[in-house]
């Protein structure tokens, strides 16, 4: 008598999961039926509110198991073992492969883009796909990581419209300054010369001037001590600063932007220290210890963040710290629409004790960058932009900053928008918590010999 094996019913209750999942998306499943080499199906993009179809296609090789423990089955993820000729077979043609794996046993399935995974060489040599049970899931909210894959699959390609509602948080920040510049001669030709001057004077006097052709433009009024011994104070002019901040002349646009990258560099003192050659700004080390913590207002409550923190073991010297890693930030003056703003990067700065710098900074930011990800950069552009709209507010001892604040701006509401899914399913660790990253701990700590 003919039969069915019990391997044939668990491909198809696999694939009728795949199928299941995939119709829920939207979207068409194609099975290839009858002879096959690997590839069990095929999947077409549609677009959800109108039914069209663009020929975006996804090739699908699905398996199941009822086994009761998988290989390299841990909490988390578990892997599954490919031959050599089913990697060359899946990533030597035209579309993109998933694989689909259907665990009957707990009524789940998972999937990998097979031409992302095998990338890698290492992976390759490998020989195995391994799943994260979390990230992976085959479900429904996958949607939006398939649509990522087959919109990547050649040039000008388009998945199913995204119609949602998104606010845009920008990295701008709005700048407000003083209403009066003052212009006077001076003897000193350069911002060198004049600055030594002005330190033999009074150390603690303020950098919120430029010097161009023997004449200075300050925040400061040049009419009052020290200013007025360096000076031809009797020859000083008041001028409205919307002369330089609306001025369309460029000679005007770069002294008003030098005025403002002075102004900024004194209003986050003392809690900032600017590196030369990057131009960062960073948290400094505390003298009496080695790590820092800052407390601010986050998106929906206040948080604290570590911005210093002394990182990985000397080998010759393992009661040693290896480095401190340093939240920073590097800055931008636009001016957009008439206003200006301060555009705000997130980044990190490395120093070998705490002062110095790291000979190892720039290797160990590059490996920092590319395990980032959008949701780390966020959330340390929000403290950075919540650090700049309470610094110089003033106290009951100090006076607030005279020369420059800033203020809040509303997010930017969109009637569409990227799902989710598409950053993460880019993402190396979506998971992974901002200036936390084993990862990074472990991949960079044997530059610091």
Same mark, same amino acid.
């Given at each position: 008598?003919?039969?069915?094996?019990r391997?044939d019913?668990?491909?198809?209750? $696999?694939?009728?999961?795949?199928?299941?999942v995939?119709?829920? @998306?939207?979207?068409?499943?194609?099975?290839?039926?009858?002879?096959?080499?690997?590839?069990?199906?095929?999947?077409?993009?549609?677009d #959800?509110?109108?039914?069209?179809?663009?020929?975006?296609?996804?090739?699908?090789?699905g398996?199941?198991?009822?086994?009761?423990?998988?290989?390299?089955?841990?909490?988390?993820?578990?892997?599954?073992? +490919?031959?050599?000729?089913?990697?060359?077979?899946?990533?030597?043609?035209?579309?993109?492969?998933?694989?689909?794996?259907?665990?009957?046993?707990d009524?789940?399935?998972?999937?990998?883009? %097979?031409?992302?995974?095998?990338?890698?060489?290492?992976?390759?040599?490998?020989?195995?796909?391994?799943?994260?049970k979390?990230?992976?899931?085959?479900?429904?909210?996958?949607?939006?990581?398939?649509?990522?894959?087959?919109?990547a699959? !050649?040039?000008?390609?388009?998945?199913?419209?995204?119609?949602?509602?998104?606010?845009?948080?920008?990295?701008?920040?709005?700048?407000?300054?003083?209403?009066? %510049?003052?212009?006077?001669?001076?003897?000193?030709?350069?911002?060198?010369a004049?600055?030594?001057?002005?330190?033999?004077?009074?150390?603690?006097?303020?950098?919120?001037?430029?010097v161009?052709?023997k004449?200075v433009?300050?925040?400061?009024?040049?009419?009052?001590?020290?200013?007025?011994r360096? +000076?031809?104070?009797?020859? @000083?002019?008041?001028?409205?600063?919307?002369?330089?901040?609306?001025?369309?002349?460029?000679?005007?646009?770069?002294?008003?932007?030098? %005025?403002?990258?002075r102004?900024?560099g004194?209003?986050? !003192?003392?809690?900032?220290?600017?590196?030369?050659?990057?131009?960062?700004?960073?948290?400094?080390?505390?003298?009496? /210890?080695?790590?820092l913590?800052?407390?601010y /207002?986050?998106?929906?409550?206040?948080?604290?963040?570590?911005?210093?923190?002394?990182?990985g073991?000397?080998?010759?010297?393992?009661t040693?710290?290896?480095?401190w890693?340093?939240?920073?930030?590097?800055?931008?003056?636009?001016?957009?629409?008439?206003?200006?703003?301060?555009?705000?990067?997130p #980044?990190?700065?490395?120093?070998?004790?705490?002062?110095?710098?790291?000979?190892? $900074?720039?290797?160990?930011?590059?490996k920092?960058?590319?395990i980032?990800?959008?949701?780390?950069?966020?959330?340390?552009?929000?403290?950075?932009?919540?650090?700049?709209?309470?610094?110089?507010?003033?106290?009951?001892? #100090?006076?607030?900053?005279?020369?420059?604040?800033?203020?809040?701006?509303?997010?930017?509401?969109?009637?569409?928008?990227?799902?989710?899914?598409?950053?993460?399913?880019?993402?190396?660790?979506?998971?992974?918590?901002?200036?936390?990253?084993?990862?990074?701990?472990e991949?960079?700590?044997?530059?610091?010999?």
């Open positions: 008598m003919k039969k069915i094996g391997s019913i668990i491909g198809q209750r $696999g694939m009728a999961h795949i199928q299941g995939v119709n829920g @998306m939207g979207f068409m499943f194609y099975p290839t039926g009858g002879v096959e080499a690997g590839i069990d199906g095929y999947i077409e993009l549609r #959800t509110d109108t039914g069209e179809v663009s020929n975006l296609l996804l090739q699908v090789q398996k199941a198991s009822e086994r009761e423990r998988l290989q390299g089955d841990t909490e988390t993820s578990f892997e599954f073992p +490919c031959s050599e000729a089913d990697i060359t077979y899946w990533t030597q043609g035209t579309a993109p492969v998933l694989l689909v794996f259907v665990w009957l046993k009524g789940k399935a998972y999937w990998k883009s %097979l031409k992302d995974w095998f990338a890698d060489p290492e992976r390759i040599k490998a020989r195995k796909v391994v799943f994260d979390i990230a992976d899931a085959f479900t429904i909210d996958a949607k939006a990581g398939i649509v990522s894959v087959a919109a699959a !050649r040039p000008g390609a388009a998945g199913p419209s995204v119609r949602i509602d998104e606010d845009l948080l920008s990295n701008l920040v709005p700048a407000a300054f003083a209403q009066k %510049l003052y212009w006077a001669p001076t003897r000193h030709a350069t911002d060198k004049f600055g030594a001057a002005l330190r033999d004077l009074d150390r603690e006097a303020g950098s919120e001037w430029i161009r052709g004449s433009l300050s925040f400061h009024n040049l009419d009052r001590w020290p200013w007025n360096l +000076c031809e104070a009797e020859a @000083m002019e008041e001028f409205d600063v919307d002369e330089w901040s609306d001025s369309d002349d460029d000679d005007r646009q770069r002294d008003f932007v030098a %005025l403002l990258n102004a900024i004194e209003f986050v !003192r003392p809690q900032l220290f600017r590196d030369r050659d990057s131009g960062a700004f960073y948290f400094r080390k505390p003298r009496d /210890r080695d790590n913590n800052h407390a /207002r986050s998106l929906q409550n206040t948080t604290t963040r570590r911005v210093v923190g002394r990182y073991k000397k080998r010759k010297d393992p040693q710290a290896s480095y890693r340093h939240s920073a930030f590097m800055h931008r003056f636009v001016r957009l629409g008439g206003v200006w703003y301060a555009e705000i990067t #980044t990190y700065h490395f120093t070998s004790d705490g002062r110095r710098p790291d000979g190892f $900074g720039g290797e160990r930011l590059k920092i960058k590319e980032e990800n959008n949701a780390a950069v966020m959330g340390q552009f929000v403290m950075w932009r919540d650090f700049l709209l309470t610094q110089g507010k003033g106290d009951l001892l #100090t006076g607030a900053y005279p020369f420059l604040s800033f203020n809040a701006i509303e997010p930017l509401e969109l009637d569409v928008g990227v799902p989710d899914g598409l950053w993460t399913s880019q993402e190396i660790d979506p998971s992974s918590p901002l200036f936390e990253f084993a990862l990074a701990g991949t960079v700590e044997e530059m610091s010999e």
